[in-house]
């Protein structure tokens, strides 16, 4: 039966990517070990959130529990919440709101000049632990180190890994989504690697991709043949392939930018933002969605189409968005799913940039959306 075959004929990433793997021999598992450890860190920070917003469900509703009783030596024992009936050992409680201790601030500002969140500096950790000891790097790139990490000699691989591990850190503890991003090349040659390894254009990455956690764990990947989507599956502890293929609508309906920005445009987005409301050609208005986490705004643009923006303006001339570990990685990906990515100036994965953290604005998303965009870029040369 088809359905069963379906059912116990399950296509983890694993499988999967070793089956790509097999059409290019030359990678000998290496990038599948590679990918292990990436997915294994992914795993981590997807439970780590996960409990960061259990306890945040019963904080607050023990938190009201003590009001309702208005008792001040509410305990969890005592506390008659209609459908917390039951004990929560004092044990249990503690572990969860030991974990839920991650929410909140780390006290250090990151090279960003950004307040590290806890969960930013966790998912760092585990992050660059798992690449190292997965012995295939050589050079690893964070939005949270301000220098490279060149792995030890004994240790080093044939991958540079370029990586946003939390990204959406201001969503941390609200619970909406947040993300990881990533992208790899592979080591020109065998001589002591410099920064020059990573330091190369989008278009010359080996893979790219992100994990989502949401209401569900959503990991998207490119190899460079086509983009595929995986949900982790809690009970088997697998990402299963349930997005083969994906491809973005060649036009979208859809337009994704802080609005709040509108203040700082130029005059090509504003246009372009000002279209998008008030159509020349009777069309609908587009709608406005914006999340405020790249991966959850941008996964949402390669499912439903349209285009995501995060301009430059007097403020910030090169925008917010870093090109190694969010620019390029979902500028790869868009490509491959029939989409396009654009700087304002040229293709991103054209971008050579000079320094690992370095910004630049980006326009990404349906094909004919971006065309809109480069067109009025080209009329203000
Ligand atoms: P990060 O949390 O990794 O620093 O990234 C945040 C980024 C990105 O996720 C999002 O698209 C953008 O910041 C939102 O910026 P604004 O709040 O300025 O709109
Ligand atoms: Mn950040
Ligand atoms: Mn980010
Ligand atoms: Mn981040």
Redesign the pocket.
């Known amino acids: 039966h088809a359905a069963d075959a379906h059912r116990t004929d399950l296509m983890t990433m694993t499988r999967y990517v070793l089956n790509e793997q097999s059409k290019h021999p030359e990678s000998r598992g290496d990038f599948t070990i590679l990918l292990s450890h990436i997915v294994l860190g992914c795993k981590f920070v997807c439970s780590a959130v996960n409990k960061v917003l259990l306890p945040n469900l019963f904080l607050s509703a023990f938190a009201e529990s003590c009001i309702y009783n208005s008792s001040s030596t509410c305990t969890l024992e005592t506390c008659s919440w209609p459908f917390m009936n039951y004990v929560i050992h004092d044990s249990v409680f503690r572990h969860i709101a030991g974990l839920a201790n991650i929410i909140g601030l780390a006290g250090e500002t990151?090279v960003?000049g950004?307040e590290q969140?806890k969960l930013?500096v966790l998912s760092n950790e585990v992050f660059i632990k798992a690449l190292v000891s997965s012995g295939r790097t050589c050079i690893l790139v964070s939005?949270e180190d301000e220098e490279a990490t060149f792995v030890e000699t004994s240790k080093r691989g044939r991958y540079c890994v370029v990586f946003?591990?939390?990204?959406?850190?201001?969503?941390i503890d609200c619970g909406v989504s947040?993300?990881t991003?990533f992208g790899i090349y592979m080591v020109n040659d065998s001589h002591e690697p410099t920064l020059d390894e990573v330091l190369q254009p989008g278009k010359n990455m080996l893979a790219a991709g992100y994990c989502m956690y949401g209401s569900s764990c959503t990991f998207v990947l490119s190899t460079g043949r086509g983009v595929h989507g995986f949900t982790l599956d809690p009970s088997l502890g697998e990402f299963i392939l349930t997005h083969p293929d994906i491809k973005i609508p060649k036009k979208g309906k859809i337009y994704s930018?802080?609005e709040?920005?509108a203040k700082n445009w130029d005059g090509p987005t504003t246009k372009y933002v000002e279209k998008c409301k008030f159509p020349e050609d009777g069309s609908s208005p587009k709608s406005l969605r914006?999340?405020?986490?790249?991966?959850?705004?941008?996964h949402r643009t390669l499912l439903y189409g349209g285009v995501?923006l995060?301009p430059g303006d007097k403020k910030s001339p090169n925008g917010?968005?870093?090109v190694l570990y969010?620019v390029f990685p979902m500028s790869f990906l868009m490509e491959q799913a029939g989409g396009q990515a654009f700087t304002g100036k040229q293709r991103a994965l054209d971008l050579v940039p000079k320094k690992i953290h370095e910004r630049s604005p980006i326009f990404l998303g349906s094909y004919d959306d971006v065309e809109e965009i480069k067109a009025l870029y080209a009329a203000e040369e």
């Open positions: 990151n960003q950004e969140k930013d939005e946003d591990p939390l990204d959406g850190s201001s969503n947040i993300g991003i930018v802080n709040g920005n914006y999340i405020g986490s790249m991966v959850a705004d941008v995501f995060y917010k968005l870093r969010e």
